[in-house]
């Protein structure tokens, strides 16, 4: 929490940094941890970021957002594709407000290979018939990214990329938790072809599901919800490896999945 909570930058105006990449996808991670920096009051910290062509945050309070969400502080993860060899990231403090300022506690940016892109019409929009395309000109922020049936994995357990995965129990709903487990004994082995980067080891050693009672697992849904700002469109990534031993042939296990209601 040392790093990069306790130390920031205060910006009382529009502040750029200009910084050299190599042209390509990139992680650009930005962590906020509101506070009253220069006797500041916290409230009035209320601000814009953008990256390149991209705005990242529109008026944008941190500390509004941790009351909100009951977090001690933010991490906010963008995928990019930058194509020169310098990436300008921009704070803007609010013109709303007289007092306002923007700061920021630490800036990350990673190399990352291009794995959300569809440019080729096979991801489809949920209940309808209409593809989705996902390419250059796309910046995409994530929202959520859970370990299921287990717990956080840090980003110096992720595979390369420093991503962070959360505890998927908070966001199960009501009390049909179904049955959490984990591998036993079991290498876990990536199909051929599939780059380990796609997610990391401890992602698929566990898993949750409704359990191996057919007349219990029958009557209930185990369901995640979400919450999400609406106008936007989501990509959903589901990651599934069969790591239970008694599921040994095809068809043995079977499923139905709902995305917002739809099939």
């Not at 220069?38 to 990242?56: E, H, I, K, R």
């Not at 502080?73 to 704070?91: C, H, M, P, Q, R």
């Amino acid at each position: 929490p040392s790093v990069p909570y306790m130390s920031a930058r205060v910006f009382p105006s529009t502040f750029t940094y200009s910084i050299p990449v190599v042209a390509g996808r990139k992680f650009v991670r930005l962590y906020f941890y509101s506070a009253s920096y220069a006797s500041l009051n916290a409230s009035d910290g209320v601000f814009s970021v953008t990256a390149g062509s991209y705005t990242l945050l529109n008026n944008f309070s941190a500390a509004q957002t941790t009351e909100a969400l009951n977090f001690a502080f933010l991490v906010k993860e963008y995928s990019i594709n930058v194509e020169g060899a310098t990436l300008d990231i921009s704070f803007v403090p609010s013109a709303k407000s007289p007092k306002a300022y923007a700061f920021v506690n630490g800036i990350e940016i990673v190399s990352m290979p291009d794995i959300y892109s569809s440019t080729d019409g096979t991801l489809m929009i949920v209940g309808q018939n209409a593809p989705f395309y996902i390419d250059n000109s796309t910046a995409l922020e994530n929202v959520y990214r859970l370990n299921v049936g287990g717990n956080d994995i840090s980003p110096s357990h992720d595979t390369s990329l420093y991503r962070s995965w959360a505890d998927d129990l908070p966001y199960l709903y009501g009390a049909s938790l179904g049955v959490a487990y984990s591998a036993n004994n079991m290498t876990i082995q990536y199909p051929m072809g599939m780059p380990t980067f796609v997610a990391p080891v401890d992602a698929y050693g566990t898993a949750r599901s409704t359990g191996p009672n057919p007349q219990i697992n029958l009557n209930y849904n185990l369901t995640w919800i979400f919450s999400v700002d609406s106008g936007f469109s989501y990509l959903v990534r589901l990651h599934f490896y069969e790591i239970q031993e008694n599921i040994t042939k095809i068809n043995q296990r079977v499923f139905d999945i709902f995305l917002y209601n739809q099939t």
